[in-house]
């Protein structure tokens, strides 16, 4: 079992920054995968970025590259996703998540921290 437990969401204005943190309670944090999703009212969850084991390999979903970044610190269990130039359309609840291999799916998820972008 792994618990998982985001933070660092907020109200920001159009253009602003914020940088979530999820915290993951697990001695084997290193060896799972993270990502990061987000929802939007009404709309399916989407799958925002993700990190490789030891954070040399991300990816970033085409709607956010150039603005987002994850980041991973094994040291503190916890993974980051810093967002720059936020726009209103990223306005959702973004959730963490956990799992054991690129291909695998992911088990274990946080409670969700949210996000607003104000125009």
């Known amino acids: 079992q792994v618990q998982l437990v985001e933070s660092g969401g907020g109200l920001v204005q159009a253009g602003g920054s914020l940088r979530l943190s999820c915290a993951a309670s697990?001695?084997?944090?290193?060896?799972?995968?993270m990502g990061w999703f987000r929802q939007a009212p009404g709309k399916e969850r989407e799958s925002v970025a993700a990190v490789s084991w030891d954070g040399s390999s991300t990816s970033l979903a085409d709607s956010v590259q150039g603005r987002f970044t994850i980041s991973r610190d094994n040291a503190k269990n916890t993974v980051y996703l810093q967002m720059n130039s936020l726009k209103p359309e990223d306005t959702a609840v973004y959730y963490c998540?956990?799992?054991?291999?690129?291909?695998?799916?992911?088990?274990?998820w946080g409670q969700g921290t949210q996000v607003t972008v104000s125009s």
């Open positions: 697990t001695r084997t944090f290193s060896r799972y995968i």
């Open positions: 998540a956990v799992k054991g291999s690129w291909l695998g799916t992911y088990d274990y």
